[in-house]
């Protein structure tokens, strides 16, 4: 059975592709900051509450737009682009932005809030984030509750 792309599927991408996308500037209106040392190709995988794979998940980060397919083992690929902003001061770091292209149409327009990390040694990292339109950032890295979580490595920085 296919499954439709949820707006929780979004929160993964949208989370996942800033972590891929380089140049990240102004989204939802917000002074614009750089998510330069995420620019790339991320290939990842979703984590869910129980510490296990959920499924595959790609990123590219270009400027200030992420574009994204999380694939759920199982169900049918859910592809999401967004133009970002990224904020490195607070520890997790911070992205935000808006969601302008998605299969799943009643997340364009929504927005997004996620917090990632980075290992520059390693080119890996994770973040996780809220379904789209959830106001708020979160306060750790976790799955569940209308939270995703991914791990990622770059394929090409």
């Known amino acids: 059975m296919k499954r439709k792309p949820t707006t929780s599927g979004l929160a993964f991408a949208g989370a996942l592709l800033c972590l891929t996308l380089s140049g990240c500037s102004e989204a939802n209106g917000d002074s614009s ?3 330069a040392r995420i620019e790339g190709i ?6 869910d509450p129980y510490g296990d794979t959920r499924g595959s998940a790609k990123f590219v980060v270009r400027d200030d737009h992420i574009d994204g397919e999380i694939s759920i ?3 049918s690929p859910e592809r999401y682009s967004l133009r970002v902003s990224c ?4 520890v997790p770091s911070r ?4 969601i302008t292209d998605s299969n799943a149409p009643d997340a364009v327009g929504q927005s997004f809030y996620g917090i990632y990390e980075l290992d520059e040694s390693t080119s890996s990292g ?3 984030g809220f379904k789209p339109g959830t106001r708020e ?3 750790d890295f976790a799955a569940g509750n209308g ?7 770059s394929t090409e920085l």
Do not use: A, K, N, Y
């Open 33 to 35: 900051q750089s998510c």
């Open 42 to 47: 991320w290939d990842g995988l979703e984590i």
């Open 73 to 75: 083992t199982g169900g």
């Open 87 to 90: 904020d490195e001061t607070p």
């Open 95 to 98: 992205l935000s932005g808006t």
């Open 126 to 128: 994770r973040l996780s």
């Open 137 to 139: 950032f979160p306060s």
């Open 147 to 153: 939270q995703r979580l991914f791990v990622f490595g």
